[in-house]
């Protein structure tokens, strides 16, 4: 008889060198080598991150703890807008919005102008018909 365990999720340890302000070097992903500035301990392990974009071009993103090392370095982040930093914090601030209903050929053809088909009165072949509209 085996026996089955049950996982709890626990909260992810923190590294003590993973403080808000200390810059980082990715080890992962399309920016691996940047440096950048940890804004943010998130959830299970994600930091919160930043380039700045516009002196490394890396984003705000978020990165697993397991793919960064800590530098000694510290930047002063207490200039940071506290509000815009919980927004971005959110659960739901990086997850795209679900598009409630597909689309459907009326919805294509609600973009620009409908087009009109007009069959030719005396022949019922589907091959012959014209589009007017296009």
């Known amino acids: 008889m085996r026996l089955q365990v049950r996982k709890t ?13 200390t810059i980082l070097i990715l080890l992962a992903g399309r920016f691996r080598g940047k440096r950048v500035i940890l804004l943010k301990n998130l959830d299970q392990g994600v930091l919160l991150v930043t380039g700045p974009f516009k002196i490394n071009g890396v984003p705000l993103r978020r990165v697993n703890s397991r793919y960064v090392i800590a530098t000694s370095k510290r930047v002063d982040i207490s200039g940071v807008d506290a509000k815009a930093l919980e927004k971005t914090a959110a659960p739901g601030y ?19 102008e409908k087009a ?5 009165s005396e022949i019922s072949n589907i091959s ?5 509209g296009c």
Do not use: M, W
């Not at 999720?9 to 302000?21: D, F, H, I, M, Q």
């Not at 919005?97 to 919805?107: Q, V």
């Open 94 to 112: 990086f997850t795209k919005d679900k598009k409630a209903e597909k689309k459907t050929e009326e919805a294509f053809f609600k973009q620009g």
């Open 128 to 132: 012959s018909f014209t589009l007017i």
């Open 116 to 120: 009109e088909v007009r069959f030719d």
């Open 9 to 21: 999720l626990r909260p992810a340890k923190v590294r003590e060198t993973l403080v808000p302000g």
